[in-house]
């Protein structure tokens, strides 16, 4: 067993771990693509267990509970998306969700009242001239902090990059362009880590609506450095709840 401390810099809804950092610290695990399921709101300041099962599938576990299922997975997107960083940066301005009406202001990827190296700050928005309607972009220079022992970023940064531009995704409507503010909570999430960048390094967050089936609504993301480059990409699906339930008390 290996135990994992979710730090509770790392929160997405005030008392729990923010869903793209806990699917990427248990998928540290599994070479390659991966595909975690997230069963339950990940605590913080809690010591879990990452154990491997006998199928080969990873699990994070509070004691009895299952907080998160991880296997292998072949993670290739049907298009992607780019922009550039001074259209990433344009795309911002355009959040739909706007500093005072955030639903988790203090979210370790998305949260405005977050300060400058302490969380993510990625704020999408639409692109001006997407090739598809319905197209968000951020901008995302990682902070020296999020450096692993090698010099570059950290995967599970990655994985929480992309994590909180799909959640803006999934509430674009793919035809109309218009945006719905359901609270909204991530279910599972698929990535493949390219190339990690380095500490200060401008990299472009693309985020694209793909579906909604009931409560379930599926996007997709990428993330590229300045020059291009792909680093990562990632599929997710997220659950439209209550709102008591998306700030835990549900």
Known sequence: MTPIIIDKRYCGPPNSGNGGYVCGRLARHIPGGAEVTLRAPPPLE?????????????????????????????????RLEKASFEEACAAELLTPVKPHEHPLPTCFVCGPARAKGDGLRIFAGSLAHPSQSAVLAASWTPDPNLAADDGLVAPEFLWSALDCPT???????????????????????????????RPGDRCIITAWPTGRDGRKRAAEAAAHDEAGRLLAVARTTWIAVEREVQLGRG
């Open 167 to 197: 959640g803006f995704a999934c509430n674009c409507d793919q035809q109309s362009g218009t945006f719905d503010k359901t609270p909204l909570l991530l279910g599972r999430m698929s990535a493949r880590i390219e190339a990690r960048p």
């Open 46 to 78: 809690k010591p879990l267990d990452a154990i491997a099962t006998d199928d080969g599938t990873w699990e994070l576990r509070d004691g009895g509970n299952i907080v998160a299922t991880g296997r292998a997975a072949n993670v290739e997107l049907a």
